[in-house]
T-cell receptor
Framework: DAGVIQSPRHEVTEMGQEVTLRCKPISGHDYLFWYRQTMMRGLELLIYFNNNVPIDDSGMPEDRFSAKMPNASFSTLKIQPSEPRDSAVYFC????????????????FGPGTRLTVT | GENVEQHPSTLSVQEGDSAVIKCTYSDSASNYFPWYKQELGKRPQLIIDIRSNVGEKKDQRIAVTLNKTAKHFSLHITETQPEDSAVYFCAASITSYDKVIFGPGTSLSVIP
C-alpha cells in the first residue's frame, strides 16, 4: 500500500481564495482524521470520520472550514475564504479500529499539505 | 475534555545519554497512550504505545511507563543516537471514543 496520500503537497494562495485539500486514506481503514500543525498551537485535531460519517468536528476553527468524505477512499478539507492565519501544515491520517480485539489504534499520517496564505 | 501536557518543551542530551519526556493527562477515563516521533519536515509516526492495563512497556532502547493514579506517563530513550533527534508527541485517548489528544511536543536534540 502507498500509505496515506495527500494533495497538493504545497499550496500558496492569496487571502480570500478557496483552498481544497485532498486525502486518500489507506485502503481498508475505517477512520480518517484531519489535523492542523503550527508552531504556536501544535498538532490540533480538526475533524474525524468513521465509515465516512463525521463523528466529531469540534476542532474545526470556524465556519470557513468544512470537510467531506463522500466515499471510503477520499476526503476533502475546504477553507473558504482563506486567511493568512490559516497558514499551517495540514495532515490527514487514517486508522483501522480492530473491533473486538486489542488493536493498536495506530494512526498513519500522510505527508501533509503545507498551506501558505498571503 | 481531555488535556495533555508535556515537559520539557526542548531537551538536549549528549549522544549515549538517556532522555526522559514526561506527560500528564486530565481525563481519568483515558486508557490508551501512544507516542509519536516527527522528524524535521516529515510526518508523525507511532513509535510505541501503552494501554491502561499495563504499567510499563519496552521496545529496544525506548520504554514507556504509566502511573494511572497520578495520571502521568513518560517516555524513556536510552543510549541516545543522533537519529533520535526529532519532536516527540505524547497523546491520550479514550479508545471507545477514538479521539486522540496530542501534547504540545518535545524537541529532542542529540549532540554527537
Amino acid at each position: 500500500d502507498a500509505g496515506v496520500i495527500q494533495s497538493p503537497r504545497h499550496e500558496v494562495t492569496e487571502m480570500g481564495q478557496e483552498v481544497t485539500l485532498r486525502c486518500k486514506p489507506i485502503s481498508g481503514h475505517d477512520y480518517l482524521f484531519w489535523y492542523r500543525q503550527t508552531m504556536m498551537r501544535g498538532l490540533e485535531l480538526l475533524i474525524y470520520f468513521n465509515n465516512n460519517v463525521p463523528i466529531d468536528d469540534s476542532g474545526m476553527p470556524e465556519d470557513r472550514f468544512s470537510a467531506k468524505m463522500p466515499n471510503a477512499s477520499f476526503s476533502t478539507l475546504k477553507i473558504q475564504p482563506s486567511e493568512p492565519r490559516d497558514s499551517a501544515v495540514y495532515f490527514c491520517a487514517s486508522s483501522f479500529r480492530a473491533v473486538g480485539r486489542l488493536g493498536t489504534y495506530e494512526q498513519y499520517f500522510g505527508p501533509g499539505t503545507r498551506l501558505t496564505v498571503t | 475534555g481531555e488535556n495533555v501536557e508535556q515537559h520539557p518543551s526542548t531537551l538536549s542530551v549528549q549522544e549515549g545519554d538517556s532522555a526522559v519526556i514526561k506527560c500528564t493527562y486530565s481525563d481519568s477515563a483515558s486508557n490508551y497512550f501512544p507516542w509519536y516521533k516527527q522528524e524535521l519536515g516529515k510526518r508523525p509516526q507511532l513509535i510505541i504505545d501503552i494501554r491502561s492495563n499495563v504499567g510499563e512497556k519496552k521496545d529496544q532502547r525506548i520504554a514507556v511507563t504509566l502511573n494511572k493514579t497520578a495520571k502521568h506517563f513518560s517516555l524513556h530513550i536510552t543510549e541516545t543516537q543522533p537519529e533520535d533527534s526529532a519532536v516527540y508527541f505524547c497523546a491520550a485517548s479514550i479508545t471507545s471514543y477514538d479521539k486522540v489528544i496530542f501534547g504540545p511536543g518535545t524537541s529532542l536534540s542529540v549532540i554527537p
